[in-house]
């Protein structure tokens, strides 16, 4: 079973900070995404990754930057939050076009 | 440019009800098409996909490509199957799916 865990279910956070979200999946699978899920809006993709230290901007990156330093690690990087930023962040992988997702992470920015 | 249209946010149905959640895309080709639940407190997970043709929690979905839709059927609807529905497309050679924004599902007893 292919397991895709997020560093935190909920997460506050205070306009401004640096915010780090981070995902791991133990499948060795080479393609990694971050989404952010909004009522209304479904899922939109922020960048995803292809291989180690390749990241692709997705449809709306501005406000984020990602890292990833090893395959199944996959980071979210908010510079500076913003409350526009509130919303739910998952991560996901895959090895085809089936995509594997982890539990989310509920950030509230205030 | 491909797009997925889930025309209904949410859907209203009894249990025992037969159920159809609408997935009408737009892509020049052959695109790859899946069906992606949400459960309440759970994470989203592939439901199925088109080129498995097969039938999973009693749901199937056919691709229709003359009318460019895939929609998710069952006969008789549950009250295990009130969730969140996302239909996504990918396009040959890539692995970057474009995701509907959904249709909420709920089953009344």
């Known amino acids: 079973d292919v397991k895709v865990t997020q560093s935190s279910r909920y997460l506050v956070k205070r306009t401004g900070e640096k915010v780090f979200l981070e995902c791991v999946q133990d499948?060795?699978?080479?393609?990694m995404f971050w989404y952010r899920q909004d009522p209304g809006l479904g899922l939109r993709l922020i960048y995803f990754?292809?291989?180690?230290?390749?990241?692709e901007k997705g449809d709306i990156p501005e406000g984020y930057s990602v890292s990833r330093e090893k395959k199944e690690r996959f980071s979210l990087i908010l510079e500076s939050a913003s409350t526009n930023q509130t919303s739910m962040y998952l991560c996901a992988s895959s090895l085809d076009r089936g995509q594997y997702f982890g539990p989310g992470t509920r950030l509230t920015v205030t | 440019a491909q797009r997925v249209t889930q025309p209904e946010k949410l859907l209203s149905v009894f249990k025992g009800a037969p159920v159809e959640l609408k997935c009408n895309y737009s892509?020049?080709?052959?695109?790859?098409l899946f069906w992606y639940v949400q459960y309440s407190r759970q994470r989203l997970q592939l439901l199925l996909r088109?080129?498995s043709r097969e039938s999973i929690k009693g749901f199937t979905a056919d691709l229709n490509k003359g009318e460019t839709s895939f929609h998710l059927k069952k006969p008789f609807a549950q009250e295990e199957d009130s969730a969140m529905y996302y239909c996504a497309l990918s396009g040959r050679g890539s692995y970057i799916p474009t995701f509907g924004r959904g249709t909420s599902l709920i089953v009344h007893p």
């Open positions: 088109h080129i």
């Open positions: 892509y020049s080709g052959s695109p790859e």
């Open positions: 990754s292809y291989d180690v230290k390749m990241k």
């Open positions: 499948m060795d699978h080479e393609n």
